[in-house]
């Protein structure tokens, strides 16, 4: 079955480099039409869509954020990578990691990773 | 950027009671997508392109629109639907999601 696991830092200060883990299984990065997007959300508050990546490398990212936001991946080993620059407060959330199949939205989620940033 | 906006922000159903939640576009989108949230876990897919159901997803819940207005319906409210509704959309970049909308259980 298609599972999704995220791992971070749990905290970090402000202006340091956020990376995120996404380690999955059920499903390869390399199928045709496949992706994983980052989609996070701090406490109390709505989903905020961050990145998305393909199984061809194709990258989309949201514009209010671009400049931070870098996506990868490693087929061979089932993982997707997210990194965000300068983090200040206003990056403290849960970030979800979740399969696009091939289609427009998310159909399989992981638990989250909560991260903190807090000098 | 198209915006959604959902209403209810917050509404409260008893069991067996019909559940209508609305999504309004700022522009026209060709679809829409439904998710699940219940206190403390990820969301759950509930309908895809509009109208279909999702994997597991019961029966009672049902999803139609077009153009800039959406919704999501739950026929026979039961307690465990007791969450948290947003609304996608992808129709244009950036995706994005609406704000919510809070059901609880009276």
């Known amino acids: 079955q298609v599972t999704l696991k995220e791992s971070g830092p749990g905290i970090l200060q402000p202006s340091q480099t956020l990376s995120l883990t996404c380690t999955f299984s059920?499903?390869?990065?390399?199928?045709?039409?496949?992706?994983v997007g980052w989609i996070r959300q701090p406490s109390g508050k709505g989903l905020e869509w961050l990145a998305n990546?393909?199984?061809?490398?194709?990258?989309y990212y949201n514009p209010s954020l671009k400049n931070r936001l870098t996506i990868s991946k490693d087929t061979s080993n089932n993982q997707a990578f997210l990194k965000i620059t300068n983090v200040d407060t206003a990056d403290t959330a849960t970030y979800y990691c979740?399969?696009?199949?091939?289609?427009?939205?998310?159909?399989?989620w992981g638990p989250g990773t909560m991260v903190t940033v807090s000098s | 950027e198209i915006v959604l906006t959902q209403s209810p922000t917050t509404t409260a159903a008893s069991p067996g009671e019909k559940v209508t939640i609305t999504c309004l576009a700022s522009?026209?989108?060709?679809?829409m997508y439904w998710y699940q949230q219940k206190s403390g876990a990820s969301p759950k897919l509930l309908i895809y392109?509009?109208?279909s159901l999702a994997s597991g997803v019961p029966d009672r819940f049902s999803g139609s629109g077009s153009g800039t207005s959406y919704s999501l319906t739950i026929n026979t409210m039961e307690a465990e639907d007791a969450a948290t509704y947003y609304c996608?959309?992808?129709?244009?970049?950036?995706?994005?999601f609406g704000s919510g909308t809070k059901l609880e259980i009276k």
């Open positions: 979740a399969r696009i199949p091939g289609y427009w939205y998310f159909d399989f």
């Open positions: 059920g499903f390869s990065l390399s199928t045709y039409g496949m992706g």
């Open positions: 990546i393909w199984w061809d490398d194709d990258k």
């Open positions: 522009s026209s989108v060709s679809n």
């Open positions: 392109s509009t109208s």
């Open positions: 996608q959309q992808w129709s244009s970049n950036p995706l994005t």
